[in-house]
């Protein structure tokens, strides 16, 4: 399969920067983003829910990369998670189908487990290390959607409409949240600031699973 253009959806945001660094100078890239243009690629600026304007972007692409979205379960009300999350990701799906894109990237999370949680205890892995066989049972709004989107994702795939890749990233450690890390690690029963540079959720946060976003855009690229 040969690929030569790539849309990369969420190119303005911090995940969509590492990928456009690993990507540039092997593909072909266009972003879309509701942020502007940081990288000097040819641009849409909208959102994904815009249908027509991912149709457009769509348009000539062998590959999309979908990482767009509400990044976690502080950053929106629980509707508006659900709604750009999902309906995003289906709009991004149904528009490389008709674009005749030949393979796509979808960034979930391993959130979908369901370990996160807004209120009451986490639910506890049943076993470790977690890998991608593991039962899920999303209990809180951006885990369910992530979720949703992964069943769309197959959807799609089984009537034969392109290729896809569905990737889980935990954690991202960017550098701005280290010192949290740090904090965290040292101290891990008396850390009483943000996690994940969010509100603290009952359930705990982030401890053991992070990953480099280098290391994250460097697997995105091998898919």
Known sequence: MSIKKVLITGAGGLMGGYVIDKL???YDLHGIDILPDKKGLPHTQDTILNYEAVQGACEGMDAVVQIAAVPNIWSGSHEEIIHTNVTGT???LKAAEEAGVKRVIVT???????YTVLSGSMIPPDY???DETHI???TDPYALSKKLCEELTKSFVDRASFEAVIMRPVFVLYPDLEPEIIARAADPAGYSGPVCGGHKPPGGGAMWHYIDPRDLAAAYKNA
Not at 108 to 114: A, C, E, P, Q, R
């Open 108 to 114: 979930s999370s391993d959130s979908v487990i369901g």
């Open 136 to 138: 899920c049972r999303p």
């Open 24 to 26: 540039i100078g092997h």
């Open 128 to 130: 470790l290390p977690i």
């Open 90 to 92: 289906w709009n991004v």
